[in-house]
């Protein structure tokens, strides 16, 4: 576990052989299991070579951590960026799932529609707008590349893309869930044999 001393929570420490801190919140010294009775008895004291770090050697009465496990420093680096990733992940289905979603409640709105219609239940309703649409916003993103243009400006228009792509993928009957099965085929193959599927497919 890692805590804060001071002069007097050393002097403790050395005293009485039981793991003493210093709470900054309370101002106070605190004793390592004066509450849970899982007191840290230490047996020698170690200072780093610039004397501003501590280490106390000792053996605990039963876990240091507050959450049972026998050590506070139980959870790896390597293991928390993976966590991070597959939040970050689940972060983006989210929020392609909630698009779709949004787009098939709108064309359900569409028999009953009254008055002017938004730009989602125009592209739904009139295919042609729809595909220039989907092809100015790809011309678009490519121009962000050819144009040096910052990044900001490629993700605006890389979800411009989506966004029609997903109302034509509505209008199709084709849920992402199908895109993204596709895609996670390619990855899972070689490109040529990926090539090699498709044209088994088509013949």
Known sequence: MQGFVNRDALATTISSRKATFFSRSRAALWTKGETSKNFIDVHDIFVDCDRDSIIYLGKPDGPTCHTGSETCYFTSISDLLEEQEVEENNLALTTLYSLESTISQRESELAGQHGKPSWT????????????????????????????????????????????????????????????????KRFSQSGIEEKQSRVTTQN
């Not at 295919?127 to 916003?137: T, W």
């Not at 490629?154 to 979800?159: F, P």
């Open 121 to 184: 239940k125009r592209l739904l309703l009139d295919e042609n707008l729809l595909c220039s649409k989907i092809r100015e916003e790809a011309d678009e993103l490519c121009r962000t590349l050819e144009e040096k243009e910052d990044n900001s400006r490629t993700a605006s228009e890389m979800a411009d893309v989506i966004y029609h792509a997903m109302v034509l993928l509505r209008r199709k009957g084709v849920k992402i869930e199908n895109v993204l099965e596709v895609l996670r």
